[in-house]
């Protein structure tokens, strides 16, 4: 009796151990492995999976990597407030008329807190957000409002064109986002004086191109070296100009319309001539003398107190 009661004790430490190992094996428990991809995978470069604990929001399902579902419930919300600004000032309200990719019926987003690529992506279906900080807030907070806002205007260009690849010009693509991003932030800089314009131009004078932003009609057409940030603003002043009623006066809904144009198979420079009033290589010649003559008139004088 002695001698089992002795084993007894002995058996017992190793029974603990065997139960803390067993708890540790609880498939219930440790993380999920990462196997699931949505259509990032198929429409961008980006071949990664997300932690399979996607959030959803009214209009978007929220994927990460490594996000906490606090930062995807913020993004969530974020984003879903930006998207129906987009659509109030497109005055869409038809959402049914979207065409989401093959097997899709909702909006992603893709926060991306650690894979080496620092990009904001917009693909047929969604975007990519990239964000190094563990929370939105503060500055950070005013940088995701404004990239929400941009990746969302070339989501909703998408969803009306229905296909896999946009058919605007990089300028007027990138031009429009660029300007829906800067109507509610201002983490980028627009340019608001003629003196910014002609040192632009005179920056440019001896570059191929010359810095004339209509030029960019593809990716490929950037000069070599370029500074795209600084080439993202001229497009913004553009659209600002061919929407802005000091300027050519064009409205949203000739956006809207030439993406269904698109839609329906025309060429951008057929479309942009019959809803803006010019052509494109027009526009071309002439853009430096009319963004001149934009500035002037509408320059936003400095305050007193700037
Ligand atoms: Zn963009």
Redesign the pocket.
Known sequence: MKRMLRRAMWFAPLLIVLIALGCKDDPASPSIPQTEKGAWARYTPFDWTHDGRPHESTYFTIYSDAASDEMKRQLGEIADERFVRILRLFDFDDVSEFVYPPGYSKMEIYINRHHAESI???YWGGFIFTIRSPDISGRRYESAVYIVR??S??VFEFLIEGRESLGTDVWF??GI??HVGCLESTALRTIRSLSELESWISQNRNIPGEGNPIRIHQHADFPDGADRHEY?RLFELVVRYILDDKGMGNSYQDVVRLFYDLRDGLSFSASFENHFGIGVSDLEDEVFDRLRAYLSTNAVPVRATD
Do not use: D, L
Request: proline content about 0%; hydrophobic content about 25%.
């Open positions: 904001n992506w917009a941009h990746e205007t070339h693509k990138e986002a660029t993202y």
